[in-house]
């Protein structure tokens, strides 16, 4: 029997994920005040007090998932609760570029899907005041559930990442999965089992390289953050999530502890041994048509690749997903720890024309028929809890629910450096293409991204974040 979202979901309390790939927000000046809206009364049917009227603006990133399920699902559920607003849609894959003029200038949208290669730094936008507080989306009875508050209906992590200085800014939408991806039929096909250790994985190989196939592929243009994650998250399984709590907090020596070189060194080395260099010239679409033609064995990257690649994508290929092999053999975690977590942020911008309708948007999202509806549409789950059971499942989500069962408690946390030090993490992309190239070593890709973290630590002019778990 195929897993239910029930099953998906269980014992999701761990994880959480920031999102991905924040960038410069502003830069540094201050945007003009924005008229906005007053707020209506609030009551039991308008428990945000959206003005009906008021027009709303949403800005969709049209990447993996595209666009078109916030047309047809909950700006078309806004627009049938409100049919006095003007909703204006806005898709774009370039949300940094398209919006960070606009936050300067103080024409900003009300609701912001901030993902992509270019998401706007949602920690400088906290600092210039640009995020709403989002208390009173958590606080508002559920759609889904009127008889709960929003906040009682969602996964666990949900809350938890949507916090910047201890306030709620921003929604994590989907539950993921990030490992490694691969075509469970050409693995059934060759007979091939997954490996479990580094020594099965490179053994697999050379009998992959015998097949004409590389082992292991990234794209090294447009998407070197997935190796980003393999590296942490593998680092995680060697060290525990210790090693990436005290990469977040900043800690001294966290980049050049033990675990992370030998996840950096245990990755240069299968590149090196098994890997292709022409895929560094590649963006994630070309590498990933790649691997839909089984030249490349395993894909690093998350649960979202099924849906981006439906149209590509052959009946010869099954995506499925497996934890990155054990390193040696006194890990501190299993084998079969996976990353699970949550991700796609949306928030509400505290200065737009409409914040009351960018709150009612968020709840929308959140009701049964828009969660239910995008994973129909998108093939992800949602953070919304008890919305989509009796949904037939894909092979990739019934993969990745296999993976998280068999995981059980050992769940790899997130890297929250990624949206709280953007210089951070973008730095960490160009030392992973070089040490991943061979230009520089494991033991000179630690030192450099700790140079940069001690470097970030005493700059007093950067808010600091930390956490314990």
């Not at 960038?23 to 428990?47: D, K």
């Not at 409100?82 to 398209?98: A, D, E, I, N, W």
């Not at 080395?269 to 560094?280: E, L, M, V």
Request: glycine residues 8%; charged residues 20%; negative net charge.
């Amino acid at each position: 029997m195929s897993p239910n979202r029930r099953d998906v979901l269980r014992g999701l309390g761990l994880a959480a994920l920031a999102t991905p790939l924040a960038a410069c927000a502003t830069t540094g000046r201050s945007a003009a005040p924005t008229p906005t809206v007053t707020a209506a009364a609030t009551s039991a049917a308008n428990p945000l007090g959206v003005t009906a009227a008021a027009p709303l603006e949403v800005v969709i990133f049209s990447g993996g998932n595209g666009d078109k399920y916030a047309v047809d699902l909950h700006e078309a559920a806004y627009s049938k609760a409100y049919p006095q607003s003007k909703l204006k849609h806005v898709g774009t894959q370039k949300v940094g570029t398209q919006l960070r003029p606009r936050f300067i200038s103080g024409d900003v949208p009300d609701v912001v899907n901030n993902s992509g290669p270019e998401a706007l730094d949602l920690q400088a936008l906290v600092q210039e005041g640009q995020l709403a507080d989002l208390t009173p989306l958590f606080e508002a009875p559920s759609l889904a559930f009127p008889d709960k508050k929003v906040i009682d209906t969602l996964v666990g992590g949900v809350y938890e990442n949507s916090l910047i200085d201890g306030v709620p800014r921003v929604l994590q939408y989907t539950v993921g999965h990030r490992a490694l991806w691969h075509n469970a039929k050409l693995f059934e096909s060759k007979g091939w089992q997954l490996p479990k250790t580094w020594e099965e994985f490179n053994a697999l190989g050379e009998e992959a390289k015998k097949a004409g196939i590389a082992l292991f592929a990234y794209p090294g243009q447009v998407g070197p953050f997935y190796q980003v994650w393999n590296l942490v998250y593998t680092a995680a399984k060697i060290g525990g999530n210790k090693v990436i709590i005290d990469i977040d907090n900043l800690a001294d020596g966290a980049w050049t502890a033990e675990p992370v070189r030998q996840a950096v060194a245990a990755w240069a080395q299968i590149q090196k041994d098994y890997g292709d260099k022409a895929y560094f010239g590649l963006d994630h679409t070309q590498t990933q048509v790649k691997h839909l033609q089984d030249k490349v064995l395993f894909y690093p990257c998350g649960s979202w690749l099924e849906n981006e690649m439906a149209k590509e994508k052959p009946d010869t290929f099954e995506y499925a997903i497996a934890p990155v092999p054990s390193v040696t053999g006194t890990d501190a975690m299993p084998y079969e720890a996976i990353f699970v977590g949550v991700a796609e942020a949306f928030f509400v911008s505290a200065k737009g024309k409409n914040p009351q309708g960018g709150l009612e948007y968020l709840r929308i999202m959140l009701s049964k028929e828009g969660a239910r509806g995008y994973t129909e549409q998108t093939r992800n789950l949602t953070v919304v809890n008890g919305v989509v059971d009796g949904l037939n499942l894909t092979s990739a989500v019934n993969s990745a629910a296999k993976a998280q069962e068999a995981a059980g408690k050992d769940i790899i946390t997130d890297a929250r450096f990624e949206t709280w030090y953007k210089e951070l993490f973008d730095y960490s992309q160009t030392q992973t293409n070089s040490v991943m190239a061979g230009r520089i070593t494991a033991d000179q890709f630690c030192e450099n991204m700790q140079k940069k973290a001690d470097e970030l630590k005493n700059d007093s002019s950067i808010s600091k974040q930390t956490r314990s778990v």
